[in-house]
Nanobody
Framework: QVQLVESGGGLVQARGSLRLSCAASGLTFSRYTMGWFRQAPGKERELIARIRSSGTTTYYIDSVKGRFTISRDNAKNTVYLQMDTLEPEDTAVYYC????????????????WGQGTQVTVSS
């Protein structure tokens, strides 16, 4: 079956960095657009970054542009999220997800989800 497994979360001080990884199995990874979502307590799950199957096109929400970088290695079936200059407002559970739609933004357009990894940024 399909599995997406995130890793790399943790506790970091403001202005620090973390790199999240999401290892995929059970699907033809190179055919899927991959997204990173986050959900803070009391808030809706939001798409923060997305990368198309070929890796040539990316999308970011405004609040992370210039600080976060999404990338993928199709040979390793892995998608990454490099997070720099982290802020307390970035504290959330981060999820990776896979979809066959190239430009999907809504969480319900994604077919497969990881279990999530907690990112906590202290001030």
């Amino acid at each position: 079956q399909v599995q997406l497994v995130e890793s790399g979360g943790g506790l970091v001080q403001a202005r620090g960095s973390l790199r999240l990884s999401c290892a995929a199995s059970g699907l033809t990874f190179s055919r899927y657009t991959m997204g990173w979502f986050r959900q803070a307590p009391g808030k809706e799950r939001e798409l923060i970054a997305r990368i198309r199957s070929s890796g040539t096109t990316t999308y970011y929400i405004d609040s992370v542009k210039g600080r976060f970088t999404i990338s993928r290695d199709n040979a390793k079936n892995t998608v990454y999220l490099q997070m720099d200059t982290l802020e307390p407002e970035d504290t959330a559970v981060y999820y990776c997800a896979a979809t066959t739609f190239s430009d999907a933004r809504s969480w319900n357009s994604y077919d497969y989800w990881g279990q999530g990894t907690q990112v906590t940024v202290s001030s």
